[in-house]
């Protein structure tokens, strides 16, 4: 098992930055991937940003590249999402999900809310 923790949302103007974070912890040895996920109200849960836990190499959906960046501190066991230029289409509830290189197990943790103002 892997437990995860988010922290850093909340309230910001159009334009604006917040860094999230995200901490695991248990079974982390047998992490593979981190990623960040988010939820607007009314919609389906969406990925991000992706980050490989060896090596480093990174995904983002289209419509974050060029203003979000993900990031990964292996001796911390914490992956951020580094968010510039929010927009109100930014606004949701952000999950960070570790994928495990055992089986097929995916962890969540609780979510933190962004929200971008116009």
């Known amino acids: 098992q892997v437990q995860l923790v988010e922290s850093g949302g909340g309230l910001v103007q159009a334009g604006g930055s917040l860094r999230l974070s995200c901490a695991a912890s248990?079974?982390?040895?047998?992490?593979?991937?981190m990623a960040w996920f988010r939820q607007a109200p009314g919609k389906e849960r969406e990925f991000v940003a992706q980050?490989?836990?060896?090596?480093?190499?990174?995904y983002y959906t289209d419509a974050v590249k060029g203003r979000f960046t993900i990031s990964r501190d292996n001796t911390k066991n914490t992956v951020s999402l580094q968010m510039n230029s929010l927009e109100p289409e930014d606004t949701a509830v952000y999950y960070c999900?570790?994928?495990?290189?055992?089986?097929?197990?995916?962890?969540w943790g609780q979510g933190t809310q962004v929200t971008v103002s116009s």
């Open positions: 999900a570790a994928d495990s290189s055992v089986g097929s197990s995916r962890y």
């Open positions: 248990g079974r982390t040895l047998f992490i593979a991937t």
């Open positions: 980050i490989r836990w060896s090596g480093g190499s990174t």
